[in-house]
T-cell receptor
């Protein structure tokens, strides 16, 4: 029973255009969402996060949108660059008093290919 | 500042053998996590230490897996005896305890192949 779903295993985008990666979740307790980027033979690298009190967070070319009612979030990359080609993982957790967030629950990832 | 480091980067062992994976978290990070990714699937949680204490080990597959974190510093994950289905990439991650919503930093992973 997957709590975090990335339904697109792959995505190809032309350089300079917008990349939109989608993620759905089922657990309404989740209140913190993250995107990680992973290159081959490396560990996931934190990219951007969003708390459930917000519906948008922007960091340079990367913007994450959260739609709590739809239990959906998306990562927008604009403009896309060839160096953005990687696997992108959506992850979620929920906060606990004192002991901090629960361990991350990951989706299966979406492989983004940015074509020059 | 050094990131999360894992050793070895690759390990190939025969079914029935024992393997020990090591993780050195970022200095000062009390939270240490082990995750596993099997055959291109999602990255799945195994267990969570806060300092030397096991906070949550609900993701450990079975009792062939044993994790320790001596003195609240580095951690080891031992698989004994290894089975074919244990093959995958094992990631370690660390994060600070204070504050809510702190991201976890991952190591490069250990690719374990059981043959």
């Amino acid at each position: 029973d997957q709590q975090v779903k990335q339904n697109s295993p792959s995505l190809s985008v032309q350089e300079g255009r917008i990349s939109i990666l989608n993620c759905d979740y089922t657990n309404s307790m989740f209140d913190y969402f993250l995107w990680y980027k992973k290159y081959p033979a490396e560990g996931p690298t934190f990219l951007i996060s969003i708390s459930s009190i917000k519906d948008k967070n922007e960091d340079g070319r990367f913007t994450v949108f959260l739609n709590k009612s739809a239990k959906h979030l998306s990562l927008h990359i604009v403009p896309s660059q060839p160096g953005d080609s990687a696997v992108y993982f959506c992850a979620a957790s929920h906060s606990r008093p004192i002991s901090g967030n629960t361990p991350l629950v990951f989706g299966k990832g979406t492989r983004l290919s940015v074509i020059a | 500042e050094a990131g999360v480091t894992q050793f070895p980067s690759h390990s190939v062992i025969e079914k029935g053998q024992t393997v020990t994976l090591r993780c050195d978290p970022i200095s000062g990070h009390d939270n240490l996590y082990w995750y596993r990714r099997v055959m291109g699937k999602e990255i799945k949680f195994l267990l969570h230490f806060v300092k030397e204490s096991k906070q949550d080990e609900s993701g450990m597959p079975n009792n062939r897996f044993l994790a320790e974190r001596t003195g609240g510093t580095y951690s080891t994950l031992k698989v004994q005896p290894a089975e074919l289905e244990d093959s995958g990439v094992y990631f370690c991650a660390s994060s600070q305890v204070e504050g809510v919503n702190t991201e976890a930093f991952f190591g490069q992973g250990t690719r374990l192949t059981v043959v």
